[in-house]
């Protein structure tokens, strides 16, 4: 096998990897307030997530095109960049899994591809424009779009069922969870799993396989979707407990309105060819959500935490893809095996630490009294 030949095959190969990762770190941005309002069984939860992101998969492939054609030169990117970009988004999942802090995968995937693609081919190989269009513009307009949305739908909810049962309204809206949740989680497909169709075409296209502009294959879509889904199915449940539990405690109504809000979002991007952040929308809304009570019930620091990671994501994922990038183009195929053992053996650790504080389906929902403010309610459902 020449250099070129195996440079595609391990971008192939770490670009599903990368969608695997996307599949459990994301999988809390559909299911993570259902799980929390016990509107739906954990396992129940991520299978109906896992199976909707595979079909979400199949819909579209604006996002995938914006990928493979909007944000970095077709024409000047090599394979060996594109694997160093992967490298830099995969470990920044892992990290962010591990600190059970729900960052933008989207982000981590255009940071490593940016950083790799300046590294290898210099600046005039990322389209500047593009990223600020459909990246930045995108990145702080849409949690704010999502937010506040929430927040007026919220405070519309809570109106209309102020004099219904407390029992009533909760069992209509966990039955409307479930119903919302999985709309989320199919819009969830239809963004992130086109990001690898989108990296994998983008290889394709750079070894001629494919001409410029060109679209996913059906093999990369199928492939691309089906992957997402096993990820999903496994669940990030780190993230999960910090997106259902660690921002605020959430009713059935209040879940809601999020995930509604959120979706919604999400498909618009999603049909408008815009790569954004599922995790920052779905997060803001249940932020969103959590100011609409009164008094505000918001558990800052986690918010704080969460933010830091947005700030941070593209440019750390983008320094981590441009050291492989060097690796890699000047290193040849020794390079890129250095690569793969180094990053294999951080993986390995991350995993491995991960393990002194498991979280799994059985505790996803038990957190520390201290992960929400004092007066939330839902500390009568925490571990003392």
């Not at 997106?243 to 605020?248: A, L, N, Y």
């Amino acid at each position: 096998m020449d250099h070129a030949t195996f440079l595609v095959v391990a971008v192939i190969v770490t670009s599903l990897a990368f969608d695997f990762t996307n599949g459990f770190h994301d999988t809390a941005n559909a299911m993570a307030t259902s799980i929390a309002t016990e509107a739906l069984r954990p396992r129940t939860a991520v299978l109906i997530s896992a199976v909707l992101n595979v079909v979400g998969a199949l819909l579209s492939t604006e996002v995938a095109r914006t990928i493979s054609g909007g944000i970095v030169n077709d024409g000047l990117v090599t394979p060996g960049m594109i694997f160093a970009g992967l490298i830099g988004a995969i470990l920044w999942n892992l990290v962010t899994w591990l600190l059970g802090l729900p960052s933008s995968s989207s982000h981590a995937l255009l940071g490593g591809l940016i950083g790799a693609a300046w590294t290898g081919a210099g600046r005039h190989s990322v389209h500047f424009d593009q990223v600020v269009a459909k990246i930045l513009v995108p990145a702080v307009a849409s949690p704010l779009v999502a937010g506040v949305a929430v927040l007026l739908a919220t405070r519309l909810a809570l109106r209309l069922t102020a004099h219904t049962p407390e029992g009533a309204v909760t069992r209509g809206f966990r039955l409307g969870q479930i119903a919302s949740a999985s709309l989320v989680a199919l819009a969830h497909g239809t963004n992130d799993a086109q990001k690898t169709m989108g990296v994998i075409t983008l290889t394709l296209i750079s070894v001629g396989v494919l001409g410029h502009g060109a679209g996913p294959p059906l093999w990369v879509v199928v492939t691309a979707g089906l992957t997402i889904g096993l990820g999903t199915y496994v669940g990030g449940w780190r993230i999960i407990r910090t997106m259902g539990r660690g921002v605020t405690a959430l009713r059935s109504l209040q879940g809601f309105a999020a995930e509604t809000g959120s979706a919604t979002v999400i498909l618009t991007s999603a049909h408008l060819g815009f790569p954004l952040s599922t995790t920052q929308v779905c997060a803001a809304g249940i932020l969103g959500t959590g100011l609409a009570g009164r008094p505000a019930r918001v558990r800052w620091r986690t918010v704080g935490r969460m933010v830091i990671a947005w700030s941070v994501t593209l440019p750390a994922a983008a320094a981590v893809g441009g050291g492989a990038a060097s690796a890699v183009v000047h290193g040849g195929t020794l390079g890129t095996v250095a690569v793969v053992l180094t990053a294999a053996a951080l993986a390995a650790v991350i995993v491995i630490a991960s393990r002194r504080n498991p979280v799994t389906a059985d505790n996803v929902n038990v957190v520390p009294v201290t992960a929400v403010p004092a007066d939330c309610p839902a500390r009568r459902s925490q571990a003392p």
